[in-house]
């Protein structure tokens, strides 16, 4: 049977962040099979594990669709008072963010306790699709709609975009579909052409659509939902392999 790090498997268990575990094992409040636990060890998820007087069990899957409201951040660090979003949901499984959405944007993010599953989506080489509609300053144009699909050189981050769908949906509107995650990546590109980024709002995170949910809403992703997803991600797995 596969081993696992004893900090990772609990943190997988929904019971505490690898840092945390850390902690409580040096405090010599974690048990393994009945002995003091070390740190770093691995395990095998058979073996009985005591963390805090209580014993580790697999938790309920959970992930969720969250539609984030604008102010809310997706990060649990103190460096911003805002509240962030596992606050917000006040889940009763421990669960956290997969990826970001900045806190000036709305929409789509899942929150999970799966760290498997973090991990495969957060891969940024498999090009997971994202949809989002994007409100402008100025009218859009069939020349900066071209640009943006083409690929943006940021100067800020020196990289350039990979190509890109756009489609303009209104005079200052157009949704775009990117397939990586650039550190606020749509305001910077629209910033290089001159173009200010009014609103900004994912509708999309690959079949996972937004739909009706309303704002500071959560749903259950469905199972078909989680089937198709979990699918395409063991897909691209093998590939891989």
């Avoid at 409201?69 to 997969?98: H, L, W």
């Avoid at 990826?99 to 944007?105: A, N, P, Q």
């Avoid at 949906?169 to 397939?179: A, C, D, Q």
């Amino acid at each position: 049977m596969e081993e696992i790090r004893i900090n990772k498997y609990l943190s997988d268990m929904g019971i505490c962040s690898r840092r945390e575990a850390d902690r409580l094992i040096m405090e010599g409040k974690v048990l393994v099979d009945g002995r003091p636990a070390l740190t770093g060890m691995k395990i095998r998820r058979d073996q009985v594990v005591i963390c805090d007087g209580k014993r580790a069990a697999e938790p309920e899957k959970v992930l969720l669709a969250v539609n984030k409201p604008r102010g809310i951040v997706c990060t649990t660090s103190q460096k911003d008072r805002a509240m962030n979003i596992v606050e917000m949901v006040d889940y009763p499984v421990r669960v956290y963010p997969v990826g970001r959405l900045d806190k000036d944007s709305e929409g789509l993010i899942f929150l999970t306790n799966q760290g498997e599953l973090v991990d495969q989506m957060m891969r940024g080489s498999h090009g997971h699709e994202k949809e989002y509609v994007v409100r402008v300053d100025r009218p859009v144009t069939g020349e900066f709609a071209g640009k943006m699909a083409a690929g943006v050189y940021l100067e800020e981050l020196d990289v350039t975009t990979r190509p890109c769908k756009v489609r303009i949906t209104g005079e200052r509107e157009f949704h775009i579909i990117l397939t990586q995650g650039l550190n606020r990546q749509i305001r910077r590109m629209c910033k290089t052409f001159g173009y200010h980024v009014r609103e900004l709002c994912r509708i999309r995170i690959m079949n996972i659509k937004l739909g009706s949910l309303e704002t500071g809403a959560w749903r259950k992703v469905t199972p078909e939902e989680y089937g198709q997803l979990t699918e395409r991600l063991q897909t691209e797995n093998d590939q891989e392999e």
